[in-house]
């Protein structure tokens, strides 16, 4: 990431932020700190002053701008999953929602926006895009910000979506799109308390990693499936869940640079994790997406049924946005070390 504020060189230090993020931007500032420049997907993204009617294209990028403060600078939302989390939840009850999938072109320019932000590269890209190109929104004046979790992502120019990874998700990410948000909004306070609160809840519940670590506690992430009966989207080991799992000190059980890999039950029975995650969400565009249909899938099916963990009962739900690689991981950490002291796993 390059983050630089135009001017007449003077530096500038942010000293809320660099004490807490790694060392991934130099600013250059005139008085009013705008334009500010960055490098967005190596894609070079100049924005001219603080959004006032933005688009987030993706809850995790929503939820992150919520966090931020600037609820009363956001013009549309899409691309949902679930209600917002209880801390978020009466700050973004007034949302303008586009549409609860990806909105069309001229839904977007409708809300009249001057400041983009996309969840993933599949709905704002170099090419072909579910919502618009790069150069499309560029030809209206409107700067549009991918997350640094998709240009993470192999062969990203192509619009991976849920590909394959060339570098593993992890806080570090996470913190760059926070840092660059906070920057875009000139919010750098809070975008410097937002890391260090996250910091701070993933310390206190991972205490336990090492013990676990120790007796090799495998788990498997079933986010969802296109058929019930058939293959189901598991999480590889360089997404979001991946991260869970090693700050919880677990294994994944699915050894792919797949973000979602499609897997068959027999591959997974012969794995046999000790837990399965379970994604819960209120989407209903997949089968999979219900989570009583899993367990019922779960409890019927002659192989899936004699996995261990079903047999034994360590099946752990979690909200699929938290399985997703945004600031929602963090709930997952919670999540997931509530659930296996539950199952007597973890102390």
């Given amino acids: 990431m390059i983050l630089s504020r135009r001017g007449p060189g003077r530096l500038l230090c ?25 490098a967005n997907c190596g894609h070079p993204l100049q924005v001219a002053a603080p959004p006032a009617r933005a688009v987030s294209l993706g809850q995790g990028t929503t939820e992150i701008l919520l966090s931020l403060g600037v609820t009363d600078r956001i013009a549309g939302t899409a691309i949902w999953l679930d209600p917002l989390p209880a801390p978020l939840a009466e700050a973004g009850a007034a ?38 190109s790069w150069d ?22 192509a619009g991976s979506g849920d590909g394959a990874r ?21 919010r750098p306070e809070a975008g ?12 206190a519940v991972t205490a336990g990693a090492e013990a676990l670590r120790g007796r090799d506690v495998s788990v498997l992430y079933w986010f969802s499936s296109p058929r019930i009966e058939g293959e189901a989207y598991v999480a590889g080991r360089l997404g979001a869940p991946g991260w869970i799992s090693q700050v919880t ?24 994790p000790d837990v399965i995650v379970l994604g ?43 399985m997703n690689p945004t600031l929602r ?18 102390p």
């Fill in 329 to 346: 991981a963090v709930d997952g950490v919670e999540v997931l070390a509530a659930g296996l002291r539950d199952l007597g796993l973890a």
């Fill in 249 to 272: 000190g677990l294994r994944n059980v699915i050894d792919s640079q797949e973000e979602w890999p499609l897997v068959g039950w027999e591959t997974i029975a012969a794995l046999d």
């Fill in 192 to 203: 410097a308390a937002l890391i260090a609160a996250n910091r701070a809840r993933i310390e």
């Fill in 136 to 157: 499309q929104f560029a030809d209206f004046g409107i700067p549009a910000y991918v997350s640094p979790a998709e240009c993470a992502k192999s062969a990203f120019n």
């Fill in 95 to 132: 949302l303008p929602r586009l549409a609860d999938n990806s909105p069309g072109f001229e839904t977007v320019l409708a809300v009249r926006p001057d400041f983009v932000a996309a969840q993933w590269i599949n709905d704002i890209g170099p090419g072909e895009s579910r919502v618009g």
């Fill in 14 to 38: 942010l000293s809320a932020l660099t004490g807490l993020i790694l060392p991934m931007a130099a600013l250059r500032a005139d008085p009013a700190g705008f334009p500010l420049e960055i």
């Fill in 280 to 322: 819960r969400m209120e989407r209903r565009s997949l089968p999979g997406d219900d989570v009583a249909a899993k367990r019922a899938f779960l409890e019927r099916d002659p192989v899936a049924s004699r996995l261990s963990a079903v047999r034994e009962g360590r099946l752990i739900e979690m909200p699929a946005q938290s």
């Fill in 166 to 186: 060339s570098q593993a998700w992890d806080m570090a990410l996470l913190e760059q799109e926070i840092a660059e948000l906070a920057a875009i909004f000139d």
